[in-house]
């Protein structure tokens, strides 16, 4: 779904080093989310946006922090990165009103910590 | 908070054959039931969902089983085709501004 973007596609980075991976869409939707995908644990919610002024934490947000610039982007910082970040990093959309509607996932960014 | 479970975590099936996933979830205040499906190297997309006012839903080939009573939900899958090989998480939600949870997810592999 070329609606929603993120960059960068892949990174590797160093311990210690502070990363910040974007989403950006074009869907015109009120809500954007985080997760993280690791296997055999399925994707996991670290932050969540559900208009510009709002901000909430997911079940893992402990070492991340989120800045949603405009309706259309939404970013996931790392301020000092750890080797257990290593996963792969979707975000995702989805109309405002109604947590029924459909969740539209961007293509990720497959994150290496070393 | 709501947790959602899948079982079994990986399945085969032979060509041609059904395939049945089941999650369970624990809060009775769900009413929100998608399923995804994440192919090798994708991203998850919907393939079907179904509120908590039905029982089933169908869409060609695959359906979606709902119990309340018993909180657990399925994804049927039937004449299955090594391109519904994939992963695949069920999720759950309370509704309007909840989030959903997503289940561990499962691997189906259809064997040619």
Redesign the interface.
Known sequence: ?ADVTQTPRNRITKTGKRIMLECSQTKGHDRM?W?RQDP??????IY?S?DVKDI?K??ISDGYSVSRQAQAKFSLSLESAIPNQTALY?CATQEG????D??Y????TRLTVL | ?ENVEQHP?TLSVQEGDSAVIKCTYSDSASN?F?WYKQELG?????II?I?SNVGEKKDQRIAVTLNKTAKHFSLHITETQPEDSAVY?CAA?????????????ITLSVRP
Not at chain 1, 97 to 100: C, D, I, M, V
Not at chain 2, 93 to 105: E, P, V
């Open positions: 779904d989310y997760y055999g644990l399925g994707l996991r919610l969540y559900f909430n997911g079940e979707f009103g109604r947590a029924t459909t969740q996932f961007g293509p990720g | 908070g975590s929100y998608p994708k991203r998850p997309q919907l969902d509120r998480f939600s309370m509704g309007a501004n909840s989030k959903l949870t997503f289940g561990k997810g």
